[in-house]
């Protein structure tokens, strides 16, 4: 199965219809060497954009450490990184809550941070990790100036944002927003209906969509929308013939008109190289709604 390279907004990057999440690398527990034949095997898949962030404990240093290992896998990937989540409260009178931090020095900081700890010159991609409700858009917009004339950040984007924090930071910028990363999966899917995949389609710029199969929940909780859910999978799995769940809630994920690409945040190298058959299945709208009215427990109006 050859995974495309798709482009994500006007003027935007290419990356991999999947991308590779790291979130959860520090939980993973390998060695140096292992996170690099990680990284190979998921990039000889076509797997070749990753998604980090500055906030992710230790594992832009991680990953860091791998690429290190063999510097020529630089090339052959795109680094997405984000910012503006101001660490775990400490209790130094300065810092005494986690709170969100879109200053200018702020972003400068914490993108050098990431350069360094990734062991990198140059993010594809940095992204406003959450809306913060104290942003100043135009000193956003002068960090970003800074960031890609010192060559230090490719392209820029946004994460959870609304709408209207989308339209607003993008009136300050010169060239479009790649994307907003926001959670979908068939127990969460309000961007579908909130108005954030409108905009996006609107001004052809694809979400990338996180937890994807809700962080593993999908599969583990009790509740009667994850039983019905699940059910509705099992069902699904048969008609297309699918070999996992995984593969139907992703196929379900990029059938939908805002074409998202998706992140993927297993550890698993044979999960994922079964995740993304989801390519190839070819789900028909009916199939799209069921799984939408098992969600929502009840059918459409
Ligand atoms: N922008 C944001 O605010 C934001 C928020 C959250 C995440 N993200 C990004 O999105 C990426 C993906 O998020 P995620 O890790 O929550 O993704 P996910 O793909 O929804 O969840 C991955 C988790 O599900 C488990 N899993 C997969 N298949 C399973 C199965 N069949 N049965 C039981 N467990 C299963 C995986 O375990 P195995 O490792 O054993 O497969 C892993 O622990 C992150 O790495 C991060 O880059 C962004």
Request: proline share 3%.
């Amino acid at each position: 199965m050859s995974i495309p390279k798709v482009l994500m907004a006007p003027n935007g990057p290419h990356f991999s219809r999947f991308v590779q999440g790291y979130w959860r690398l520090g939980a993973w527990n390998l060695t140096a060497q292992q996170r690099l034949s990680f990284l190979k095997s998921h990039v000889e898949l076509g797997i070749t954009t990753v998604d980090n962030a500055a906030i992710y404990g230790n594992s832009e240093s991680l990953f860091g450490e791998a690429l290190k290992l063999d510097t020529s896998m630089r090339s052959k990937i795109e680094i997405v990184s984000k910012f503006g989540i101001n660490g775990i409260a400490t209790s130094t009178s300065e810092k005494r809550v986690s709170h969100y931090d879109s200053s200018k020095e702020a972003i400068i900081t914490s993108t050098e941070t990431s350069l360094k700890r990734l062991g990198i010159d140059k993010l594809d991609a940095l992204l406003v990790h959450r809306p913060d409700l104290l942003m100043n858009v135009d000193e956003v917009a002068e960090a970003f100036e800074l960031l890609y004339r010192s060559g230090k950040v490719e392209h820029f984007g946004v994460s959870n944002f609304t709408r209207s924090q989308f339209q607003l930071l993008q009136s300050r910028l010169p060239n479009a927003l790649i994307t907003n990363q926001v959670e979908i999966n068939p127990l969460n899917f309000d961007v579908f209906e909130d108005g954030t995949t409108d905009q996006l389609q609107e001004l052809k710029v694809r979400p990338m969509a996180w937890s994807c199969l809700a962080g593993g929940d999908i599969f583990n909780l009790q509740t009667e929308q994850a039983l019905r859910v699940r059910n509705s999978l099992d069902d699904l799995v048969c008609e297309l013939g699918a070999s996992s769940s995984e593969q139907v809630i992703y196929a379900w994920l990029l059938k939908h008109p805002s074409n998202p690409v998706a992140l993927i945040g297993s550890s698993n190298i044979e999960r994922i190289k079964t995740s993304v058959f989801a390519l190839g299945l070819n789900m028909n709208t009916e199939q799209w709604y069921r799984l939408w009215t098992a969600a929502k427990g009840h059918g459409v109006a």
